[in-house]
């Protein structure tokens, strides 16, 4: 059963933006850390690269050193969606990102995660 679906990757070039999505319809959204991950080509089998984690409320934040200043994190628990706005993006950003979700942000951040999601691909091209 899949209780958290990512959407909004797709092919762009270098310096553009993407925001990434994903739904979680079928869970109690608003009482869990979210975060994103991602897995970069050639890296199957290795661990996922953090990115960013939000707190429940949104109040608190992380980010990994390669995405700072560059992506965002937000989520929408009315609607059940976390949120990654991604800006200036290069061909190092070339990943699977995954959603993922955990009882804290700073866990999420640890790898803490008790869900994951399916992962979109997100291709930057030069």
């Known amino acids: 059963q899949v209780h958290l679906v990512e959407s909004g990757g797709g092919l762009v070039y270098t310096g553009d933006s993407l925001r990434l999505s994903c739904a979680a319809p079928?869970?109690?959204?608003?009482?869990?850390?979210m975060g994103w991950f991602r897995r970069a080509p050639g890296q199957e089998g290795q661990e996922r690269e953090f990115?960013?984690?939000?707190?429940?409320?949104?109040?608190?934040?992380y980010y990994g050193d390669s995405v700072k200043g560059r992506f965002t994190v937000s989520r929408d628990n009315a609607n059940k969606t976390l949120y990654l706005q991604m800006n200036s993006l290069t061909p190092e950003d070339s990943a699977v990102y995954y959603c993922?979700?955990?009882?804290?942000?700073?866990?999420?951040?640890?790898?803490?995660?008790?869900?994951w999601g399916q992962g979109t691909q997100v291709t930057v091209s030069s």
């Open positions: 993922a979700e955990g009882n804290t942000a700073w866990g999420v951040r640890d790898g803490y995660v008790a869900q």
């Open positions: 079928g869970r109690t959204f608003s009482i869990y850390a």
């Open positions: 990115v960013a984690a939000i707190s429940w409320n949104g109040d608190h934040t």
